[in-house]
Nanobody, 115 residues
């Protein structure tokens, strides 16, 4: 059974930083591009950042220059370093493959940024 477990969210002030982690099963991690998605209250889930198995990254325009996605292949873990956080970054953050598979959505981790 594939599991993706996100952690690292919290409440921070604008301008602060958080580092999210997502531990996955090795079977999907090694062969798939991985991504972080977020869903703000009342909005659709959106792609924030992705990274291929070879390490090529891509970011939503809204987070470029502030967020960094990375992966540790030995630990089957993908990270999202979030700096210079803004209130608009508030939401539930999820990791999944790219493209996302419905059966892989986990509980997510909540990020709340106060102004």
């Amino acid at each position: 059974q594939v599991q993706l477990v996100e952690s690292g969210g919290g409440l921070v002030q604008a301008g602060g930083s958080l580092r999210l982690s997502c531990v996955t099963s090795g079977s999907i991690f090694r062969i798939n591009a991985m991504a972080w998605y977020r869903q703000a209250p009342g909005k659709q889930r959106e792609l924030v950042a992705s990274i291929t198995s070879g390490g090529i990254t891509n970011y939503a325009d809204s987070v470029k220059g502030r967020f960094t996605i990375s992966r540790d292949n030995a630990k089957n873990t993908v990270y999202l370093q979030m700096n210079s956080l803004k209130p608009d970054d508030t939401g539930a953050y999820y990791c999944n493959t790219k493209p996302a598979l419905g059966s892989f959505w986990g509980q997510g981790t909540q990020v709340s940024v106060s102004s």
